[in-house]
Every structure is written in structure tokens, then in C-alpha cells.
């Protein structure tokens, strides 16, 4: 159903950032659960690979006893379920484009977050002598080249993803160049910044290392999602396909996704920060 504004013409309301607050821990909960859980989790299980343990910055799997490409089939299913997930969310976008502006927002969230952080662990991590890729590349003939060719997809990825998000957040920008530049930074700096921030707190409770706080945490969440801002920014550049009079979407308040954002900060805390199971 499509959202109507009332409001004069050029006029454009400010969003209800209690609720952008919400829709982003939703949104950012639901790319750990991806990557983590339906990605490395389900994997694990696939190749008989006992889990012992999900939090929000891991999962714990004895790889002892499986073949090598099962255990970089593991390493992988992350990225992989994150960048599934971005993919089925695009392929509905005529749907949720057109839909009240808080599910639109969100799905823009859903999309973008699930882009770019698997796109900036290739960029960003192949290199490093830890994380999901440096597991995949052990034991590979020319493990460099890999690296290479995992970096190069990953700023292919990340270019794609910037430009794409920064063209479906436009429907939330008014036509002024100054008013659209300052709202489209707000509404991608405000997600990375709560999103973020809840993440990388709900790790200081995980049970096996507090320097994954640093390394996954947030690596991942401040640093796999910084192309938020960067979106936000190129959406606000741009020059406005849609006429002048017409509003802008506004995300107004919705305590349905103010009390979802709550129930998604408490799984964080109460659940996946110190880990499924306990112990």
C-alpha cells in the first residue's frame, strides 16, 4: 500500500528517528543471525560438523574431522548467506519500494547492511592472517592469488552495493541540494551509528575472548557497514529524478517497530551476546 504524505508542496517532514533507531537493530540482528547462524550454523551442520556454539559475533564448530573444502565451505557460508539473503531482498524490491516508508526503509536497511559487510570482509580482510577468508585460502595452491582475487571481488561488490543503495534510499530525499545532502548522511549515519553500537556492546559479553569484540564486532559492524554513510552521501549528491513538489518518504513513528527493535535489543543482550548454549 502506498504511503501518502499531506504537506504543501517542497515541504518535508523529519523522520521519527526513535523508530529509524529500531528498524536498524532489527536490520543489524538480523545480518548476524544470517551470517552466523543460518550461514556458518547450517553449513556446520551440513557437513557434520558438531555446533557448539552461536553468539553474536561467532559460532563455535569442531572442523576436526571434516575434509578441507568442507571446513572453507564453513568459512565461507557466511559471507555467502549474507549476500543470498541481499540478493532475494533485491529481487523484491518493486514490492517493498512501493510500500509504507518504514518497511521501505527497512528493506533498504536488510539489503545494504547484508551487502556490504560480506563485500568488505573480501575487500578489507583477505589479507588478514584471521577471519572467515583467511580459513578459506589455508591449504589452497597459490593462496596469494586467491587473496588477490577475493580483494578484487570484494571492491567490485562494494562498489556495486554503494552505488545501488544510494539510488534506493533517493525516494527519501528532497529535492533542495543542501536539505537533501544533510538527510540522506542522517538517515545512513544514524543506522551505522545504533546499529553498530549495540553490536559491538552485546560482544563484550561473549563468552571466549574479548579481543573478538575488537576483531568481529566491531570490525564488522562499524567497519563491514561504513558504506552506509558513504551511500548515504552519494544518494545525497545526486541530482533528483522526481519532480520538486513531490514529498519526500518520511519514516514516521511506529511503535510496532519500536517494540521489535526492543525485542531485537534484548536477543542481542540476553541471548547471542553471551551465546546459545550458555557455557
Given at each position: ?10 515541504a ?19 545480518a ?57 531482498v533485491?529481487?523484491?524490491?518493486r ?44 591449504g ?10 577475493l ?18 534510499l533517493?525516494?527519501?530525499?528532497p ?53 552506509l ?34 525485542a ?16
Open positions: 500500500m502506498e504511503e501518502t504524505t499531506h504537506s504543501t508542496p517542497g518535508q517532514a523529519r523522520p521519527d528517528w526513535l523508530t529509524v533507531g529500531a528498524l536498524a537493530v532489527v536490520a543489524y540482528l538480523n548476524v543471525v544470517t551470517h552466523e547462524a543460518l550461514g556458518h550454523g547450517v553449513a556446520a551442520l551440513l557437513v557434520g560438523a558438531p555446533v557448539q556454539h552461536v553468539t553474536s559475533l561467532d559460532l563455535a564448530a569442531d572442523l576436526s574431522r571434516v575434509a578441507p573444502w568442507q571446513a572453507r565451505f564453513v568459512a565461507a557460508a557466511g559471507c555467502l548467506a549474507q549476500l543470498l539473503l541481499a540478493s532475494v533485491w529481487l523484491l524490491r514490492r517493498w519500494m512501493q510500500a509504507r516508508a518504514d518497511t521501505h526503509y527497512f528493506f533498504w536497511l536488510l539489503f545494504s547492511i547484508n551487502v556490504f559487510i560480506p563485500a568488505g570482509y573480501l575487500m578489507v580482510l583477505s589479507f588478514a592472517p584471521f577471519g572467515d577468508w583467511n580459513d578459506f585460502v589455508q589452497l595452491p597459490q593462496p596469494m592469488l586467491w587473496r588477490v582475487a580483494t578484487a571481488l570484494g571492491l567490485a561488490l562494494t562498489l556495486l552495493a554503494l552505488f545501488t543503495a544510494a539510488r534506493t533517493a525516494p527519501f530525499l529535492a533542495e541540494p543542501r536539505a537533501r545532502l544533510r538527510r540522506g548522511i542522517a538517515l545512513a549515519l544514524a543506522p551505522y551509528l545504533v546499529g553498530g553500537t549495540v553490536n559491538t556492546l552485546a560482544g563484550i559479553f561473549n563468552p571466549d575472548s574479548p579481543l573478538l569484540v575488537l576483531t568481529s564486532a566491531a570490525a564488522a559492524s562499524f567497519g563491514g557497514t561504513i558504506c554513510f558513504w551511500a548515504g552521501f552519494t544518494a545525497g549528491m545526486s541530482t533528483p529524478t522526481t519532480p520538486t513538489s513531490e514529498v519526500a518518504k518520511t519514516v514516521t513513528r511506529s511503535w510496532l517497530w519500536v517494540g521489535l527493535g526492543v531485537a535489543a534484548l536477543v542481542y543482550f540476553l541471548a547471542l551476546g553471551p551465546g546459545i548454549p550458555r557455557g
